[in-house]
């Protein structure tokens, strides 16, 4: 429910969303129509529906003091965390995919620059500040009696399998999982639930670092590398 207290903090939480949409709203100049992400959905609406849902998301978890947006003396210490954690999934993927060779998005810089820190918000929106808000709003009513910290952790594990559930339908055939398919799944959902953490622990701007990192390092580097190295 939105509150009072959530509506004064709109005015910090649309700036600080504004700056870190800022990838997002200069991402048609860079690239143009994005059909394999967006399908028939006009860019430009898709954009502004991110943002302003982002707003209202990040306010509401703001305002009930679960979450926070930026915390100045702590930010540091949480991106240096959540680059590190973010480096060592990188790793992980990387010798899997010397072997596997994964199915594989890759978009060369200059284009890249712009891409994925759009994508990287656009994700932290959609599979972390929205379903989190949501099922905290739905949930939070329901089980009154639960400790609220506890609630927040077991809204992190549900909200921590969507983005697993995406890309194993998304990515993959429809033959049988095979090894890898569960790797996949286990890794992205470890991704997600120590993505929530540092979110829970720091801040956004600390979870969104978290995802920049790996996209820098998996598809930026690597994606060049790889082209080098399995083809």
């Not at 060592?88 to 284009?111: E, K, M, T």
Request: glycine residues 6%.
């Amino acid at each position: 429910m939105i509150n009072r207290r959530m509506l004064l903090g709109l005015g910090p939480t649309s700036g600080l969303t504004g700056i870190l949409s800022l990838p997002v709203i200069c991402l048609p100049a860079a690239l143009g129509p994005l059909d394999p992400y967006f399908g028939s959905i006009l860019l430009l609406p898709a954009i502004a529906a991110v943002i302003a849902v982002g707003v209202v998301s990040l306010g509401f978890l703001s305002s009930r003091g679960w979450f926070e947006i930026y915390l100045r003396r702590e930010c540091l210490t949480g991106v240096v965390l959540a680059a590190t954690l973010a480096t060592l999934f990188a790793v992980a993927v990387i010798l899997i995919d010397l072997r596997v060779v994964f199915p594989y998005v890759h978009v060369p810089p200059p284009q890249a620059l712009l891409f994925y820190p759009a994508m990287a918000f656009a994700a932290e929106i959609v599979f972390h500040a929205l379903p989190l808000a949501l099922l905290l709003v739905v949930l939070g009513p329901l089980f009154k009696t639960l400790d609220s910290d506890r609630l927040v952790w077991w809204c992190s594990l549900l909200t921590s399998c969507l983005e697993p559930i995406f890309q194993m339908g998304w990515g993959f055939s429809k033959e049988p999982f095979s090894w890898a398919d569960v790797y996949v799944g286990l890794h992205v959902f470890a991704f997600n639930f120590l993505q929530l953490y540092v979110f829970r622990r720091y801040d956004f701007v600390s979870m969104y670092a978290f995802r920049l990192v790996y996209y820098i390092e998996w598809h930026i580097v690597w994606g060049y590398v790889r082209l080098q190295v399995l083809f």
